[in-house]
């Protein structure tokens, strides 16, 4: 299977731990996203990167908020000290942006759902 | 601020008609539009996209319309079919900026 895997698919933590989430993008593409979904609504951008640089911050991604993606490959985002309201679909999503392409087709992962108790 | 809008959050088709889900977008900076189908605990699926420069894109039983002037697309599945029913997200992007409805949930009663 070559698409966007996402690991792990569940996490359920208590209220105040850390949780770090890890996506695979696929294999030729030089750019990851990172969403959040909660019910009934659509995908909110979190923050992107361009191979290893992370380009973009959603004001959604607060400080307790990390993302890396140290050899343009895979990435984390780790969450610190979560609240409740952190409790969410956490979608990844890749895509391969030609120099010069106006386009942009992602390409999701499964998703982590996390919830904190 | 929500610059793309699914005002409708279900349609119930009959299978073999045609299913038209619509969205409206306010930011004119978007040039690039796409739809994306959800299955329940699965990321959204890539289905079809169409650039501002075009006003119709079609694939299969699927046809993307863009109306700029309206700020409006719409998708068209036909015939409908169960395997159809689904949550359906459109999304529209300028450079690096993507930002989806809240989606429409389709069922396609057989």
């Known amino acids: 299977d070559t698409g966007v895997s996402q690991d792990p698919r569940h996490k359920i933590t208590k209220r105040g731990q850390n949780v770090t989430f890890r996506c695979d993008p696929i294999s030729e593409h030089n750019r990851l996203y990172w969403y959040r979904q909660t019910l009934g609504q659509g995908p909110e951008f979190l923050t992107y990167?361009?191979?290893?640089?992370?380009?973009?911050k959603s004001r959604l991604l607060s400080d307790r908020f990390s993302a890396e993606r140290p050899k343009g490959s895979f990435s984390t985002l780790e969450i610190q000290r979560t609240e409740q309201g952190d409790s969410a679909m956490y979608l990844c999503?890749?895509?391969?942006?030609?120099?010069?392409?106006?386009?942009?087709?992602?390409?999701f992962g499964p998703g982590t759902r996390l919830t904190v108790l | 601020d929500q610059q793309v809008k699914q005002n409708s959050p279900s349609l119930s088709v009959q299978e073999g008609r045609i299913s038209i889900l619509n969205c409206d977008y306010t930011?004119?900076?978007?040039?690039?539009f796409l739809w994306y189908k959800k299955y329940p605990a699965e990321g959204p699926t890539f289905l079809i996209s169409i650039s501002s420069i075009k006003d119709k894109n079609e694939d299969g039983r699927f046809t993307v319309f863009l109306n700029k002037s309206a700020k409006h697309l719409s998708l068209h599945i036909v015939p409908s079919q169960p395997g159809d029913s689904a949550v359906y997200f459109c999304?529209?992007?300028?450079?690096?900026?993507?930002?989806f409805g809240a989606g429409t949930r389709l069922t396609v009663k057989p």
């Open positions: 990167f361009q191979n290893e640089a992370q380009l973009e």
């Open positions: 930011n004119s900076m978007f040039d690039y």
């Open positions: 999503a890749s895509s391969l942006m030609a120099s010069g392409s106006g386009t942009d087709t992602q390409y």
């Open positions: 999304a529209a992007s300028a450079l690096n900026d993507m930002r």
